[in-house]
Antibody, heavy 119, light 110 residues
Framework: QVQLQESGPGLVKPSETLSLTCAVS?????????WGWVRQPPGKGLEWIGS???????FYNPSLKSRVTISVDTSKNQFSLKLSSVTAADTAVYYC????????????WGQGTLVTVSS | QTVVTQEPSFSVSPGGTVTLTCGLS?????????PSWYQQTPGQAPRTLIY???TRSSGVPDRFSGSILGNKAALTITGAQADDESDYYC??????????FGTGTKVTVL
């Protein structure tokens, strides 16, 4: 069973860059499949942020594309999310997930981490 | 941007059946959208229920089933149990590598 664990600062100042990492265990990222990020503002629904293939190919939510970068570090078996110019609207629980690209679904999920944007 | 719509809420009696739907603001949902369904209880990560329209994820009870009903994707819970009380989200693959979550349905069992 693939395990995913998010980590990163729980508090980010407005206009700064949010940075999170997802450590993957019991499975090698380089084995294939996509890896993605999903977020959920407090009391609201889920939103797909973007997904990345281990080789570096990426797909992003058009509404966030100008501010998002997802990257991979195969040597550490982890992938990362950077979201620039954050505002209070970016306050959310951020989940990382293994994304089965062939069947287009999120197969395994991390437990999520709350990031608050506030000065 | 495309909006994926779900009923805001449903109430079902224990042992009853409820069908949730997942539609597009414009157009029809087909298997080409690879609809998938997720269950989420407060404070927990989503749990994958159904993928590729009607395939149950490992360990998911067979009282959960997926289908296409008319122009929407559907999730049916047959013989609802108290611990099915959750939020349910669908996801559609929109092509061009993008995915959209539905607005979510809150299911109450009482």
């Amino acid at each position: 069973q693939v395990q995913l664990q998010e980590s990163g600062p729980g508090l980010v100042k407005p206009s700064e860059t949010l940075s999170l990492t997802c450590a993957v265990s019991d499975y090698s990222i380089s084995s294939g499949d996509f890896w993605g990020w999903v977020r959920q503002p407090p009391g609201k629904g889920l939103e797909w942020i973007g997904s990345l293939y281990y080789s570096g190919s990426t797909f992003y939510n058009p509404s966030l594309k100008s501010r998002v970068t997802i990257s991979v570090d195969t040597s550490k078996n982890q992938f990362s999310l950077k979201l620039s110019s954050v505002t209070a609207a970016d306050t959310a629980v951020y989940y990382c997930a293994r994304h089965h690209w062939g069947l287009q679904y999120f197969q395994h999920w991390g437990q999520g981490t709350l990031v608050t944007v506030s000065s | 941007q495309t909006v994926v719509t779900q009923e805001p809420s449903f109430s079902v009696s224990p042992g009853g059946t409820v069908t949730l739907t997942c539609g597009l603001s414009s157009g029809s949902v087909s298997t080409s959208y690879y609809p998938s369904w997720y269950q989420q209880t407060p404070g927990q990560a989503p749990r994958t229920l159904i993928y590729s329209t009607n395939t149950r994820s490992s360990g998911v009870p067979d009282r959960f089933s997926g289908s296409i009903l008319g122009n929407k994707a559907a999730l049916t819970i047959t013989g609802a149990q108290a611990d099915d009380e959750s939020d349910y989200y669908c996801v559609l693959f929109m092509g061009s590598g993008t995915h959209v979550f539905g607005t979510g349905t809150k299911v109450t069992v009482l």
